[in-house]
Structure formats: C-alpha cells, structure tokens
C-alpha cells in the first residue's frame, strides 16, 4: 500500500472549538481500524498536538503517529525541514494531507516544492473555513495575506475541500494559483456522534454556537420575543436554550434581560451538548455562510432533532426542506419565528423530522461514504 500522511503541528487549546483538528483525529483513528483499505496512513504530529488531542479524548490510536519536532532557535526552519525530509524518506510518503493550512506552515511548504519530484511527496492543503471565499471576495486583508502567498508561490497538488465555492473559485481563477491544481469538493462528511441519539424528548428548541456575528444568535432572542409578544400562550410550555460563548455573551445577556426573556430564553455554556441534544426537539442556526459541515448540526440531526435554519451555501446537504427542516423564510428574524410557530403547532411534523434528520445521519453522513471520496482523491493524486 502507498503510504500518505496527515501533517499537523503546534495545535493550541481545543477545548473550545478545533473542528478540523478533531475531525482528521477521528477519521485517522477509525481509518486505521480498518481491515480492508488502499492506504497505509500515518499521522506527522508534535508530541504537544498529541497531548492536546487526547486531552479532549481524541487520537486514541497513535500506532503510526511519527513525532514531528518543533524548533525554536534561529534554525528553526532547517532543522524541522530535515526532520520531515527523514520522515518522508524513511517512511516512503507519497502524499501528504494538511489537515489546515497556517501561515507559519509556509517556509516548510517552501523547502518541500524544492525536493526533487522522485523525492517531493504530493501536497494537499484541506479547505475547512466557511469563511475563506466570502472574505477573499470581500477583500479581507488577512485571508489574502494568508492565502494568496500559498496560492502563488507553493505548487500544492489539490485541495481537498468541505466547500464547493472554492472549488469553483479554483476553476475560474487559475491564474491565481502557482500550478494547476486538483481540487476536490465533498458531498458528505461524518462526525463522531456516539453520544448523540435520540432520549425522551421534553420541549426544547436549542441554538448552539460560538456567539459571534456571523451565527447571529441574537435572531433566535429576537425571534422569540416576536413569538412572545403576538402569541405567548403557544410557548408556555416549551423551553429555549441559548447555548455557547464568544465576544457577543455579555450583549445577549443584556438583550435577553431588557426584552424581559429571562423566564424563557436559558444562555449557558455546555461543554457535552449531547446533555440537551439528545432531549431536544428543534435545533436552530442561523449562520451567514455556511451549515454544512456544522459539527453542533450533524450532532442535533443525530440526536432526532428537526432542523431550522438559513438556506446558504450548501446546507441543502443537511437539511431537507420538509423533511428533516425548515429553511428559515424570509431570511429574517420574522422568518425564524415563523418556522418556530409552524413547529410548534405541528408536533407530530417535529417528531417524524427528528426520525428523519436520524436516518439522513445514520445514512449519508457516515464514515462508509467520507472514505471512498478522500481515497478516490489521493489516488487521482499519486
């Protein structure tokens, strides 16, 4: 088998996001317990990545891990170059998968275009922020300043992305990309969500995100208040959980306290979502960009919740209108409380989209289906 390798290092606190730092942590687990497979993967890693991986349970099996080390004299970027130049000679790596690309990744990526090609490994950045297009397109000084000397100056062999608008952003820009690489987008992708499935239900709808700007939690406040105002006796028995932290907490706290929605709208922080997940009917999002592949999403469809969200990007992935959820119509507040309304008076609908956003986890979005596309890729690529 050939042999590829997932190349992280310098990996921070992840107790409180660090999603494509998990996600590649569990698919190396779960694609080294394999018995039948077209790879032999291996994992380029500090031991301090290592020890923050298991310290949020993940990384468990660390068979193949290969110790990458981390310099910090003035050099720095020579020594770490050597370092990975042993691994790859001594281990045979064909590719190598950047899990997410940093800035401080470039020297290296720089030595490594200088190999010569019987040597260089073949080179996969993963493209795992909503925020990247929107913000090249808007002229976002640090996507730029991050991105565009990678696509200049490095000949990357293919991105392999969760988005399908940079992989388009691939094709009608080639001009801005030092190569011509292959970039790949995916339809589906799965998450660790062994904890997450469906209890007794109790009446709970549920928002859970980082409370910044662009998930506009204070729709789901201002929603609610709308509901409260021109219908309260249908919310009397239901609860609303406002759930996450961020820069916005203190401002939601304000708003939720001045719109008089204490008694009704609970904002707290909880590390195992799974603890109201699992118990709650309607989950909600209401960000700018992107839900697909939302982490807090795939865990509430797995949970047998219903899904109310924005239609944007490629949330169609997630959520079928109908089906499993409402997308939210107009894209507005007012919009968000009509979804709530039509629910809430329909809890037959709630329960047979809880069962639906299930199966569509127990489905599509699985380890089985993930495989097939990022082998297919590496092979396209080697």
């Not at 990007?313 to 919009?335: A, C, R, S």
């Amino acid at each position: 088998m050939k042999a590829v390798a997932l190349f992280i290092y310098g990996i921070n606190n992840l107790k409180g996001g660090g999603g494509a730092e998990r996600f590649f942590a569990d698919f190396y687990d779960d694609y080294n317990d394999l018995t039948t497979k077209n790879f032999n993967l291996y994992y380029i890693i500090d031991k301090q990545s290592v020890n923050e991986l298991n310290s949020v349970g993940k990384l468990k099996n660390n068979i193949n891990c290969l110790n990458f080390k981390i310099i910090s004299n003035r050099f720095k970027t020579q020594i770490e170059f050597l370092n990975l130049l042993k691994i790859i000679l001594t281990y045979k790596i064909k590719l190598i998968h950047l899990p997410l690309y940093n800035f401080h990744y470039l020297p290296l990526l720089k030595k490594l275009n200088k190999l010569p090609k019987w040597i260089k490994p073949k080179l996969v950045i993963n493209i795992s922020s909503c925020y990247l297009i929107p913000g090249i397109k808007s002229k976002n000084e640090t996507d730029i300043n991050t991105y565009f000397p990678l696509f200049k100056e490095i000949e990357i062999d293919g991105y392999f992305s969760w988005y399908r608008n940079f992989e388009e952003y691939v094709l009608e820009n080639k001009e801005k990309f030092k190569n011509n690489p292959i970039c790949y987008s995916i339809t589906s992708r799965y998450s660790d969500t062994k904890n997450f499935y469906p209890q007794i239900k109790e009446n709970i709808i549920v928002f859970a995100a980082r409370l910044d700007e662009q998930k506009h939690p204070s729709w789901f406040i201002e929603a609610v208040d709308l509901i409260k105002k021109s219908n309260p006796k249908i919310i009397e028995n239901w609860k609303f959980i406002l759930c996450g932290n961020g820069i916005l907490r203190e401002e939601l706290e304000k708003k939720i306290h001045n719109q008089d929605l204490e008694s009704t709208i609970e904002l707290k922080i909880e590390g195992e979502l799974y603890k109201i997940f699992n118990k709650s009917k309607i989950f909600v999002s209401c960000q700018e960009f992107e839900n697909f592949p939302s982490l807090s999403m795939a865990e509430a469809m797995a949970s047998g919740n219903a899904i109310i969200a924005r239609n944007v990007g490629q949330t169609n992935y997630f959520v079928k209108e109908d089906l499993n959820g409402k997308f939210i119509e107009p894209d507005t507040p007012e919009g968000l409380a009509n979804a709530l309304i039509y629910l809430i008076n329909n809890e037959n609908i709630i329960a047979k989209m809880g069962m639906k956003s299930n199966e569509l986890m127990q489905t599509t979005h699985t380890f089985e289906n993930f495989v097939p596309q990022i082998e297919k890729f590496w092979k396209k690529l080697i």
